[in-house]
């Protein structure tokens, strides 16, 4: 018998099915984290980012989470708001502002790469190692010939 709100195991059929799970299940297994820092998984995914490209401009946000321009910016808005990132104006160039994370910000997502590692580890469970060096180069031969999404 199948968990309440769980997916019966027989529904999952197909490659795609299996890989929404997931990115399901790797999303809610960070949910808790984010709700207790009153983020979405969206702000906490800009924030690591932000971290990594310090002085990032809207257009490579939107790039890297695969999602429009006006919803970054919307996104970015709120995040201001709540001092967690702060935007300068790029020299030379008043239309370009550059994106940082404030100190407030590193500090609130402190500690968020290992609970993801921890995620994933979690989710990699039933393989062994070279199953999984199996998988992701499966994975990087499968998004090597993708290419770059276009935005709508």
């Known amino acids: 018998m199948d968990e309440p709100g769980a997916v019966p195991k027989r529904a999952l059929h197909g490659t795609f099915e299996m890989m929404r799970w997931i990115v399901w299940v790797q999303r809610k297994g960070g949910e808790e984290w984010f709700r207790e820092r009153d983020l979405s998984s969206e702000q906490a995914f800009v924030l690591g980012y932000l971290i990594q490209n310090p002085g990032s401009i809207q257009r490579d946000i939107a790039r ?67 199953e999984r060096a199996s998988l992701l180069a499966l994975l990087t031969k499968v998004t090597a010939e993708l290419g770059e999404p276009t935005l709508p």
């Open 64 to 130: 890297v989470s695969r999602t429009s321009a006006a919803s970054v910016s919307s996104l970015l808005k709120g995040m201001e708001r709540r001092g967690l990132i702060e935007r300068r104006m790029e020299e030379g160039d008043d239309r370009s502002k550059r994106v940082f994370v404030t100190a407030y910000a590193r500090e609130l997502i402190d500690g968020l790469e290992p609970v993801m590692t921890e995620v994933e580890q979690g989710i990699l469970a039933p393989l062994d190692d070279a």
